[in-house]
């Protein structure tokens, strides 16, 4: 039961452009959810979070948004950098009872950005 | 200069044996994670330990164990019962407040089962 999806294995943009990076959740009960950048052979890299009473946060080049009707989540990167390729996650998280400061990843899409 | 550390960063075993990857942190953190690492499949939860002496299974803990008897390290032991060891192992840690948990991740250990 895949509770955290990103349905896209892959994503190819040019530098300059913009990357959207997007995920899924099922579980309701979520209400926290975080971007982490992942290079080869490292661990993840916390990126961005957002929380469920807001629907966008902003740092930098990097914006997250959340559509919780929908139960959905995108990542933007603009302008997006070769240095930005790396794989993407999201998580989710949930405030309370067993599952409190567990995260659940999604699958991680590979962005590559060309020069 | 705080941190996670995971040792040793590759490892190999042979089948039938038992393997513990180490994973130690200075952030004074409460929670501590593993998650295993394979390729299409993101990353999946272990086992995790919100306080000392205390943990959970998470998705996928059989074939694995762990102990927390102080707040700074969390082992991970990979027993032969566990029928396809190899991958990447990611160890982390949090401090849970309130609904906010940003973890923090290890630079991760690769088994190889020879």
């Known amino acids: 039961d895949q509770q955290v999806k990103q349905n896209s294995p892959s994503l190819s943009v040019q530098e300059g452009r913009i990357s959207i990076l997007n995920c899924d959740y099922t579980?309701?009960?979520?209400?926290?959810f975080l971007w982490y950048k992942k290079y080869p052979a490292e661990g993840p890299t916390f990126l961005i979070s957002i929380s469920s009473i807001k629907d966008k946060n902003e740092d930098g080049r990097f914006t997250v948004f959340l559509n919780k009707s929908a139960k959905h989540l995108s990542l933007h990167i603009v302008p997006s950098q070769p240095g930005d390729s790396a794989v993407y996650f999201c998580a989710a998280s949930a405030a309370g009872g067993t599952s409190y400061g567990k995260l659940t990843f999604g699958q991680g899409t590979i962005l590559t950005v060309h020069p | 200069d705080g941190g996670i550390t995971q040792s040793p960063k590759y490892l190999f075993r042979k089948e039938g044996q038992n393997v513990t990857l180490s994973c130690e942190q200075n952030?004074?953190?409460?929670?501590m994670y593993w998650y295993r690492q394979d390729p299409g499949q993101g990353l999946r939860l272990i086992y995790y330990?919100?306080?000392?002496?205390?943990?959970q299974k998470g998705d996928i803990a059989e074939g694995y164990s762990v102990s927390r008897e102080k707040k700074e390290s969390f082992p991970l032991t990979v027993t032969s019962a566990q029928k396809n060891p190899t991958a990447f192992y990611l160890c982390?840690?949090?401090?849970?407040?309130?609904?906010?948990?940003?973890?923090?991740f290890g630079q991760g250990t690769r088994l190889t089962v020879v």
């Open positions: 579980n309701s009960m979520f209400d926290y």
């Open positions: 330990s919100q306080i000392v002496n205390d943990f």
């Open positions: 952030l004074n953190h409460d929670a």
């Open positions: 982390a840690s949090s401090m849970p407040k309130g609904y906010r948990t940003e973890a923090f």
